[in-house]
């Protein structure tokens, strides 16, 4: 089966396509984001090795976002999150990506530390700026959250 990510209208009345990915869109986002060439990832297949429908409490609870090890709620692109955000909603989300970075860094893993800062990053740069709308000091404070951003990801990486 194919798992398309973009338009594919080259396939439109030649496959039947169906189904829609409810929860762990993020694996769906690493696979779309490995290293590949010719069409194929780089290191081996990817292999899908449990799926099917879900029905009844199976599917109910199967919508329900758990956090993870962190606490973290959010999903890992904003694209996925599947809701309208506002700009002060992008600002505490990446507000709170920071916290959960900062916690990680304190117990001491790193890695886990610069994919909450980055992950924050990104929610930070689908809203670059402040609209009229918003409070006068977003701006500022979206500014230096992403200031901040930046070097607690670089300063874990060079540890």
Wanted: proline share 6%; hydrophobic share 30%; glycine share 8%.
């Amino acid at each position: 089966f194919f798992i398309t990510t973009v338009p594919t209208p080259h396939l439109d009345s030649k496959h039947v396509v169906f189904g829609e990915v409810i929860n762990g869109k993020n694996i769906v986002r690493k696979i779309e984001n490995l290293p590949a060439q010719s069409d194929k990832p780089q290191g081996g297949d990817v292999t899908i090795a449990d799926c099917g429908q879900l029905e009844g409490t199976a599917f109910d609870s199967a919508t329900e976002k758990a956090p993870d090890a962190t606490g973290d709620p959010y999903e890992d692109f904003p694209d996925d999150q599947g809701q309208d955000l506002k700009g002060e909603d992008y600002y505490k989300i990446a507000s709170d990506l920071k916290d959960y970075g900062n916690k990680a860094f304190k117990s001491g893993d790193n890695e886990v530390g610069i994919e909450k800062y980055q992950k924050g990053l990104r929610y930070l740069n689908v809203y670059p700026a402040a609209n009229d709308s918003d409070p006068k000091d977003l701006q500022g404070k979206l500014d230096a959250l992403r200031f901040t951003l930046h070097s607690n990801s670089t300063l874990l990486a060079i540890k």
